[in-house]
């Protein structure tokens, strides 16, 4: 177990909320030679993990994995599509804490992705339960959290997309290295920071972490899933369930104040539905290439497809971030 940022900040958290650092910090940020009117930095996610899968996932795992450990959890169990990135990163790095792992998948659109992540699935050692459906899964949990009980111990549960308030705290520790980097001079004081959501923790930590650091940047989550309620009610109150486990657990932190009014949840490049692709999503993903970032059509070339087209309109001023979460490895 080693500080993190947060730990820095409040250390009489650190005995009651653990931290197993997973990756190397801080993650780089650097300027997009975009030629769009919004003058646009990358903090990329993408290579962030120890080993076997990374991206946003793993942040959220450096906080859950080590609160299963200290609750005495020896197998975790968790959902997410059939081509779920977490459902693959709990999965690996779940099985290096010695800790067994479940996976319940949904049936999302077929597409090579979709059947090379499959793949891996079945390969990672987890026990894979294939319910097809939400309402499938929400009727299959009491089942399978007997089914896979390591006694009368029951699993540790992991929401989709490891969206927990503890999870939450993933993004509010890189919040507070974004801040650190502003302060650096890597990077101007951003006025937007632009991210894919899928679960709302990314976002939700975002939002709270930006807040505790002092800065004024806005959080503008793209909404990539219609499964799940993700509006900015949704998202602050995330992020505020996040907080109050701060203080549950010691910090010494006076209420941030977040309220729905400060953030923005944009719906206009979902498409279809979760997990299909659309045109301005391919072209997006095709143009970030182009500048050397590997995106996916999924989450993230629908992020990067609102900062090109809000810009064009006339929408985005001031310096934007952008949150690069995919983790292939």
């Not at 999302?108 to 339960?129: C, F, I």
């Not at 004024?216 to 996040?242: E, F, M, Q, Y």
């Not at 070339?301 to 001023?317: M, W, Y």
Request: glycine share 12%.
């Amino acid at each position: 177990m080693t500080d993190s940022l947060l730990h820095q900040r409040f250390p009489e958290v650190a005995a009651e909320l653990p931290f197993l650092r997973l990756g190397d910090t801080p993650t780089p940020v650097r300027e997009l030679p975009l030629g769009i009117r919004t003058p646009v930095w990358c903090k990329d996610e993408s290579g962030y993990g120890s080993g076997g899968w990374g991206g946003n996932k793993v942040r959220k795992l450096e906080w859950l994995l080590p609160d299963a450990q200290r609750r005495g959890a020896r197998s975790i169990v968790t959902a997410g599509a059939t081509g779920t990135n977490w459902g693959l990163a709990a999965a690996l790095y779940g099985r290096e804490q010695g800790l067994e792992v479940a996976l319940a998948l949904v049936d999302q659109p077929l597409d090579d992705h979709v059947r090379a992540q499959l793949a891996r699935l079945e390969a990672s050692g987890a026990t894979l339960h294939r319910t097809h459906s939400k309402l499938r899964t929400t009727l299959s949990a009491p089942w399978l959290l007997l089914r896979h009980a390591n006694g009368r111990k029951l699993p540790y549960v992991l929401p989709v997309g490891g969206s927990s308030p503890i999870g939450t705290l993933g993004y509010v520790e890189a919040a507070l290295e974004l801040a650190a980097q502003i302060r650096a001079g890597e990077l101007p004081e951003p006025a937007h920071l632009v991210t894919a959501v899928g679960s709302g923790g990314t976002a939700a930590g975002l939002a709270l972490g930006l807040r505790l650091a002092g800065l004024r940047t806005r959080v503008l989550g793209v909404v990539v899933n219609d499964t799940l309620p993700l509006s900015a009610k949704h998202i602050v109150g995330l992020a505020l369930r996040a907080e109050d486990v701060l203080r549950e657990r010691g910090a010494q932190l006076e209420p941030s104040g977040l309220t729905p009014a400060d953030v923005t949840m944009l719906r206009d490049w979902l498409g279809p539905g979760y997990g299909h692709e659309t045109l301005s999503a391919i072209a997006a993903r095709d143009r970030a290439g182009m500048v050397g970032l590997h995106l996916e059509t999924v989450y993230t070339a629908k992020a990067f497809a609102a900062i090109t087209d809000l810009s064009a309109r006339g929408e985005l001023d001031g310096p934007t971030v952008f949150l690069n979460t995919y983790g292939p490895r």
